[in-house]
């Protein structure tokens, strides 16, 4: 069992920036596919970036289009955990923020995630 726990999130003016976190405790993360996903209320939850665990210490990231640009995604393998550094943000970046892993699939999509945390807030003031 892995158990994800997302902080960071929190109140932030439009053009502002956030740093995300996700940790665990017992399993490394280092092999997983790892992702950030988002719902908005009253909407699906949707894909934000992934780091792709391709082989040794080498991962790939991938990103919404809408984020490109804006957001980073990045891993500290030594302390097991992941982050996401949100920059420019606006009203409609406004979601519950949460991590994903994924043990063998991308994990980019929802049913491709095998875990995952309970979500930090996000809210963005126009």
């Known amino acids: 069992q892995v158990y994800l726990v997302e902080s960071g999130g929190g109140l932030v003016q439009a053009g502002g920036s956030l740093r995300l976190s996700c940790t665990t405790s017992?399993?490394?993360?280092?092999?997983?596919?790892m992702a950030w996903f988002r719902q908005a209320p009253g909407k699906e939850r949707e894909f934000v970036a992934s780091s792709n665990w391709i082989g040794s210490n080498v991962y790939s990231t991938n990103y919404a289009e809408s984020e490109k640009g804006r957001f980073a995604i990045s891993r500290n393998r030594a302390e097991n955990m992941l982050f996401l550094e949100m920059s420019s943000l606006q009203a409609e970046d406004t979601a519950l923020y949460f991590c994903?892993?994924?043990?063998?699939?991308?994990?980019?999509?929802?049913?491709?995630?095998?875990?995952w945390g309970q979500g930090t807030q996000v809210t963005v003031s126009s």
């Open positions: 017992g399993r490394s993360l280092s092999r997983y596919h």
């Open positions: 994903a892993a994924a043990s063998s699939r991308r994990g980019e999509t929802s049913s491709e995630v095998d875990y």
